[in-house]
C-alpha cells in the first residue's frame, strides 16, 4: 500500500478550531515538519480538510 508524506507549510494562527485539530490529529506542531501515513480514506478526507495548510507526496514502495 502508497504511503503519503504530509508536511505542514503555513501556520495554523487563524484557522477554524477543527483545521487547527486536524493539523494537531495528523501529527504536525511545526512548519516544515512532515510526518508519514498510510493511504486510506480517513487519512486523505483529513489532508482535504486543510489542504490549503499542507503538502502531500505520494511514496510509493
Known amino acids: 500500500m502508497a504511503q503519503l508524506k ?3 507549510k503555513k ?3 487563524g484557522c477554524l478550531k477543527n483545521q487547527i485539530d486536524t493539523v494537531a490529529a495528523l501529527g504536525l506542531r511545526k512548519i516544515g515538519q512532515f510526518k508519514i501515513h498510510e493511504d ?4 486523505r ?3 482535504f480538510r486543510v489542504q490549503h495548510l499542507v503538502e502531500v507526496e505520494e ?3
Open 11 to 13: 501556520s495554523t494562527i
Open 59 to 61: 511514496l510509493k514502495q
Open 40 to 43: 486510506n480514506p480517513v487519512i
Open 45 to 47: 478526507g483529513m489532508v
Open 6 to 8: 504530509i508536511t505542514l
